[in-house]
Every structure is written in C-alpha cells, then in structure tokens.
Nanobody, 128 residues
C-alpha cells in the first residue's frame, strides 16, 4: 500500500510564496496520476492541480492558474506545488493524492473518487 507524506505548509502574508512537497512511499506502478487538493473549513475538498502520466501537460483549477505550479522530481518520488502570489482565499488544508490510473478525463480530475491514496494534509494559512 502506497503512502504519501506532505510537508511545507505554513503561514504567510498575502502576496507571499510557499512550496509544498509530497513524498511517495511504496508505489512501484508505471502509470499513475498525482494531484494536490485543498479543503477550507466548511467547504468541500477541491482539486488544485494534477499531473497525469498519460497527458502532455498538467491541469490546474481556474482559481490558481498562473500562480501555482505542480511538478515532480526526476525520480518521480516527490510531488511539488509551488504557490506564488498567495491570497487569503488560498487558506486551507492541502492534500496530496495518488491515482493508480495514468489518465483521468479532464472534466473529472477534480473528483476525489478518482484517487486511491491520500496524504495526511499540510496546513496553509495566508493572512491579509
């Protein structure tokens, strides 16, 4: 069973930057998708960005396009989320998620049911 461990959360003022990391343990499959989700208090968990091994480019939620960048290290054991120009509305618990499928239709990647393994989350707080 794969395990995901996130790190890098914290508190920052609006306009600042943070980089989240997610290390993957115990997964040896050749196809997968990895995503970042976030959940603010009282709100549903929402997809932020995803990397699909069978796609040519990552996908982003409209709310973070141009500000957030998802990437992986060359060994594909660590997923990153570089967050720039942070806003108070970005405040949430951020989760890393792994799907055993290399392709998720673009209109469905933000659905939590498409992912098999979740990390424990890391808190991001952005003050005005």
């Amino acid at each position: 069973q794969a395990q995901l461990v996130e790190s890098g959360g914290g508190s920052v003022q609006a306009g600042g930057s943070l980089r989240l990391s997610c290390t993957v343990f115990g997964y040896t499959g050749s196809t997968y998708s990895m995503a970042w989700f976030r959940q603010a208090p009282g709100k549903e968990r929402e997809g932020v960005a995803v990397i699909l091994t069978d796609a040519g480019h990552p996908y982003y939620a409209d709310s973070v396009k141009g500000r957030f960048t998802i990437s992986q290290d060359n060994a594909e054991t660590t997923l990153y989320l570089q967050m720039n120009s942070l806003k108070p509305e970005d405040t949430a618990m951020y989760y890393c998620a792994l799907s055993y499928r290399g392709w998720i239709p673009p209109d469905r990647w933000r659905q939590t049911g498409n992912y098999n393994v979740w990390g424990q989350g890391t808190q991001v707080t952005v003050s005005p």
